[in-house]
């Protein structure tokens, strides 16, 4: 550790340059890693925030909710043989304020079920992102697609649905826009092995998530963005060492023809690599918490402790394993031999 601690000190512009190129890798890995679960949030909190279970569709569907229609019968089969199951239905559409402006939303409709909202008929309850547009409790809203007018009975936090917010609809009320009887999905909450019923294909909210138009695309690449810098990251210090190891060859021989271990050799190389990266994941970790109250409002941006925890514990390890490839050149560090080549 002595000998690591004086080689850190003789060559600090080495060490600063990588310590620089991890901070500078691993805060833009915190900051799209962030952006990606804000996206995720932003596109499914509808449906990443109800509990574990089974979304159900039409067979004939093609695992696109938009075309399944449940049959009455076989939605009563469903929900009245499973405890807290529900029908639902998500569509897209919009409606006009008493400025008659108009706003994107999801409107949302259930069977009576403690997972969603209930209203009654010329109700709706908004997510809250609305009420900073300036719709208020209480204000009319319409729908060109509806007879009758919306009463605002309230609002919820965070619940959006293909990046607009959701509003909660009576069930009669979403009939009559869309012109269906049949509701799209059948609920089945809990974490029992999924029950199959005839006509109808299950999935998982998981599964489901990745029938939503849109998100698998989006998620997909920003992941592999995420992790084409953690694996850059292992590359650098692989490469880092491999440099430095290259021009401590004969030093490495004269350390073994004195009696240092190649487990000695490595383990110095180790604590370089931890001493770097504990400093440049410090900084980022800071930073990148710092972003998260100050990005601007609207963006959607979520990075949150666990996953800057398990990130930073993945950096660890790939530098770990990219100083020890580098480092393989030390055990075949033969000591008279490095030194008689004059590489010292």
């Given at each position: 550790?002595?000998?690591?601690?004086?080689e850190?000190?003789?060559?600090?512009?080495?060490f600063i340059?990588l310590g620089?190129?991890?901070f500078l890798v691993?805060?833009?890995?915190?900051?799209?890693?962030g952006?990606?679960?804000?996206?995720s949030q932003d596109?499914?909190?509808l449906?990443?925030?109800l509990?574990n279970g089974?979304f159900?569709m039409?067979?004939?569907a093609?695992e696109t909710y938009?075309?399944?229609k449940?049959d009455?019968?076989?939605q009563?089969?469903?929900?009245?043989?499973q405890?807290d199951?529900?029908a639902?239905?998500?569509?897209?559409?919009?409606?006009n304020?008493?400025d008659?402006?108009?706003?994107?939303?999801?409107?949302v409709?259930?069977?009576d079920?403690?997972?969603?909202e209930?209203v009654?008929e010329?109700e709706?309850i908004?997510?809250r992102s609305?009420?900073e547009?300036g719709?208020?409790?209480?204000d009319t809203i319409?729908n060109?697609?509806?007879?009758?007018e919306?009463?605002?009975?309230?609002f919820?936090d965070?619940k959006?649905y293909s990046?607009?917010?959701v509003?909660?609809?009576?069930?009669e009320n979403?009939?009559e826009i869309?012109g269906v009887?049949?509701m799209?999905?059948?609920?089945v909450?809990?974490?029992?092995?999924e029950?199959?019923i005839?006509?109808l294909?299950s999935f998982?909210?998981?599964e489901f998530?990745?029938?939503i138009?849109s998100?698998?695309a989006?998620?997909?690449?920003?992941?592999?963005?995420?992790?084409f810098?953690?694996v850059?990251?292992?590359?650098?210090?692989a490469?880092?060492?491999?440099m430095?190891n290259?021009?401590k060859i004969g030093l490495?021989?004269i350390?073994k023809?004195?009696g240092?271990?190649?487990s000695q050799?490595f383990?110095?190389?180790?604590s370089?690599?931890?001493f770097?990266t504990?400093?440049?994941?410090?900084?980022s970790?800071?930073?990148?918490?710092?972003?998260?109250?100050i990005a601007?409002?609207?963006?959607p941006?979520?990075?949150?402790?666990?996953?800057?925890v398990?990130?930073?514990?993945?950096f660890?390890f790939?530098?770990?394993i990219?100083?020890t490839?580098?480092g393989?050149?030390i055990?075949?560090?033969?000591?008279l031999?490095?030194i008689?080549?004059?590489?010292?």
């Amino acid at each position: 550790m002595n000998i690591a601690w004086k080689e850190i000190r003789k060559s600090k512009a080495k060490f600063i340059i990588l310590g620089s190129i991890i901070f500078l890798v691993s805060f833009l890995t915190f900051i799209i890693s962030g952006l990606s679960n804000g996206l995720s949030q932003d596109n499914a909190a509808l449906i990443k925030d109800l509990p574990n279970g089974q979304f159900y569709m039409n067979e004939e569907a093609n695992e696109t909710y938009n075309l399944s229609k449940i049959d009455e019968k076989l939605q009563d089969k469903a929900i009245n043989n499973q405890k807290d199951a529900a029908a639902l239905s998500i569509q897209m559409g919009f409606v006009n304020d008493a400025d008659d402006k108009q706003h994107s939303v999801a409107f949302v409709t259930s069977t009576d079920s403690k997972l969603f909202e209930k209203v009654g008929e010329g109700e709706i309850i908004l997510d809250r992102s609305l009420e900073e547009d300036g719709i208020n409790v209480g204000d009319t809203i319409t729908n060109n697609q509806f007879s009758g007018e919306f009463k605002v009975k309230g609002f919820v936090d965070q619940k959006k649905y293909s990046h607009a917010p959701v509003a909660y609809i009576n069930m009669e009320n979403y009939k009559e826009i869309y012109g269906v009887e049949d509701m799209q999905l059948v609920f089945v909450p809990g974490n029992d092995k999924e029950q199959a019923i005839d006509g109808l294909q299950s999935f998982s909210n998981k599964e489901f998530l990745n029938t939503i138009p849109s998100y698998s695309a989006e998620q997909m690449s920003l992941n592999m963005i995420v992790w084409f810098l953690v694996v850059i990251s292992g590359m650098l210090f692989a490469i880092f060492f491999y440099m430095m190891n290259v021009q401590k060859i004969g030093l490495y021989g004269i350390l073994k023809a004195l009696g240092v271990k190649t487990s000695q050799l490595f383990g110095m190389m180790w604590s370089q690599m931890l001493f770097i990266t504990a400093i440049a994941l410090t900084l980022s970790v800071a930073l990148s918490q710092a972003f998260t109250m100050i990005a601007p409002e609207g963006m959607p941006f979520s990075l949150t402790i666990q996953t800057t925890v398990q990130l930073s514990l993945i950096f660890v390890f790939i530098g770990f394993i990219g100083a020890t490839l580098s480092g393989i050149q030390i055990k075949k560090v033969e000591p008279l031999q490095a030194i008689q080549q004059g590489e010292v």
